[in-house]
Every structure is written in structure tokens, then in C-alpha cells.
């Protein structure tokens, strides 16, 4: 150890610099010095029996009263030493902890992971964000070989790991009920059940379900107590929020689903979105739902992808850069 | 051959008695100040562990002396209650000090070698060894 062997003559040239004259640059020595035996894990009362061994040194004739204060002040920093000691253990702690979140959350990314279909006269866009590592929110696409596409959105109530954890099961429940995903009512119904028996009660989702009929251009759509999102009428550019009702999943085991149809003309387009996008939150409160809707009009005429990362970037700003919520926004597009 | 004493713990003057047995026993021994009072401090966590928990127990001090390495010994027993779970004791910000960095992990940190022996109800051993650098 390079800096302990020299440590000792280093700090007698900085005392006895100081001692002859009081000067700022001495002192701005004495903070590189401190700098540096903190990275090599010097302890305070390493620091304090140092500088008592060189005063001795320096001045032998110095009174008995003065060598006993140090050892006494030593015994004091013994206990900051301690106190340090132990905060360097727990933030090594919580590095390895941040690392094994991050790689949960790679884990998590792989699980979750889903692909925008690419089909003749529909245009998708999709993001999700975390707002810490792990993400909450919930989206999944599947193509079937009727011409007709699943859509999935969800959001546990919560956030982080425990919101991560359950999504990660409902993902799996959603793929062990193939026979289900073209009946979006029957598939909220039957995620219910599994929500309620193996989620904890203190835990809800929230879910929208939608299939669309790429051929007919008919939306059917169930909504399990999700933030509504919006239709967009091309025609008479008028943006509709989706009415569709029905309970949070995991709360009765009875609960029925209606579900909703809705014909979907050349221009128009479906928004879909969780509420970490409509409670976004700036200085002056919440976003309203009229601020996103000029968003989405200001972004109209690029593609649904393009327009959904833009919302997205707006709204982080106008946050300054701090996601209260994960945020999953997504558009279908019926092309002109 | 190694020479044991020992300190019954039974009221707070019984830790200020550790401490002078272990602070002599290191001076002795020939330690530096500094690991002298890191010596101390961990008997003194020790006995003062055994006060408040364990009411009752005892911290011996020995001379150690492995092939020419000197060195010193402490080892606190007690028939307490004893430590459930051992792991969770020895994590750092477990202990009641409240985050003061005190407790068995600072013990730990203060000396070389550390062992634990604890079984719930019949009470526990720890015996701790610093050596002279």
C-alpha cells in the first residue's frame, strides 16, 4: 500500500508547514491528503493517533495533558470509525443490490418482451417505460391466423419489484389461455380468477383487452377498470374517450366482463395507454387529458411509433425528467 | 501457553472491567493505540451485549502465541436467550444500535478472526482474536 508507507512523512510535512505558517495552501493540501486516506480506508483514529505520534515527535517537551486529550479524542472517533466502517459496508451492499435489480430487470425485459405486428393497413406504435428499474406496466401483442390481433394492456397497481413480480404472472396466465384471446370479456373473466387466487389482496391490476380484425377493421374490446383510453375520428378529427366498464381483476371472482365493438374507419385511430401517461405530474399539477390529446393532434400526420416516442419525450420533460409512474402508451393507426 | 483471565458481567461496572483487563493485556502484548482501543471497543460491544441481553456471562482475555505471532483472545459466553438467526445478527444495520455501525458486524470488523456459536435459549459464545500487525 503505497499511500499508508508514505502517509506518516506526507502528513508530518503538511503539520509542520501549518504549524510555522497558517496558510490556505496548506490547508487545500490537507484536504487532498484527507481525500486520499479516505480511498484507502484510513480511519479517523488512524488520523488522530498519526497526529499525536508526530506532535510527540515534533515537540518533545509537549505537556502530558495534551498526549492525554488525543487518546481520549481517540477513543471518541473510535466510534465514527465504526459508524464509517459500517456505511462503506452497506453501500457496497447496495451497489450488489442495484446490480441483481438491474439484471432482474434484464430478466424481466426478456419475459415481457413482445413484438408490434406488422400488418397491411394498420399502423402500431408502442412504449414502456419504468420509472424505477423494474416495470409495472404491461403490454403484449399477438397475431392469429384469423386477421386478427391481440392487444394487452395492464398495470398493477404499485410499482417496482412487487408490481415487476406480479406482471410477470399474469403474462404467463395470458399465454396459457390461447383458446380465449378473440373473446377480450371471457379473457378478463378468466385472468380474474387467476389474479384473485394468487395474487395478494392488497394487489390489483388493471386491464384492457382488445382484438382487432384486420380485415373487417372491427375493434371488440373488455376493460377491467383501466385508465380509458381514446378513439380519434378522422373524419371529424374529434378525439372520444373509450367507455367501457368492469371491476380491477383480482377483486370479486364473480365479476362479468361487457364487451365493446367498435368499427374502425380509414384515419382513425385507437389510443391506449396506462396511468402513469395521464398522471403525469408538473409543477402546476397534473397533465390534463386535453394537454396529451393536443400532443397526439401536433403529432398526427407522422407514424403511430414516432408519435407514441414523442409523447413520450414531451412528457418527460414537462416532468423534468422524473417518471412518478411507468408509462405505456400505445396507437393503432387504420391507414388513410 | 496461553494465560486466561476473566470478567463476570453482571452490572455496567463489570464492562468498565473488561475493558481495563483487555486495554492492559493489549499494551502488554506490545499493540499500537489505535488496535489497544479498537481491542477495548470490541470487548466492550461484547460485554455490553451480554449485560443487556444475557444479563449474565463472563468475557475472558488470553495471550496468544501462534509460531512467534503474538496475539490476543477475547471470548464472551453467556447462558442468554441466544441469537435465532445468526445471519441476520451479523448484517450490517440489524443491530438495535440503530445504524451506528456498533454491533456484531462492527465487532467483526474491528478484529481478525470472529466465530459465533449461539443455540436459541441456551446462549451463546462468541470468541474474537486480533494479531500484532
Redesign the interface.
Known sequence: MPFREAMEAKYRDILAKYIEEQKESTLYLAQKFSRKSIENQVTP??II?LH?MILQEMYPEMPTYVTHSF?LL??IM??Y???????Q??RH?QKELRSEIEIAANVQHTLLDTEIPVVEGLDIGAISVPARLMNGDYYNFVQDENQCISIAIADVIGKGIPAALCMSMIKYAMDSLPEHRNEPSILLENLNHIVEQNVDPSMFVTMFHGIYNYEQHLFSYASAGHEPGFFYDGKKKEFTEITARGLMLGIDKKTKYTQYEKKIEPGDMIILLSDGVTECRTSEGFVEKDTLLTYIDKYLHLSAQEIVNRIYKDLEQIQNFQLRDDFTLIILKRSV | MDIQSCVNIQTEWDIVAARQLGRNVAKELGF???DQ??IT?AISELARNIFIYAHKGRVCIEKMNDKGHAGLRIIAIDSGPGINDIRLAME??YSTSG????GL??VK??MDEFQIVSSPGKGTEITAIKWIR
Not at chain 1, 470509525?81 to 456505511?87: D, V
Open positions: 483514529e488512524e493517533s499525536k487518546d481517540l477513543e473510535l466510534g470509525g465504526f459508524a464509517y466502517r459500517e456505511h459496508s452497506l451492499q | 499500537g493505540v489505535v482501543a479498537r471497543t450490517d444495520g445504524g451506528l455501525g456498533a458486524p462492527g470488523r474491528l
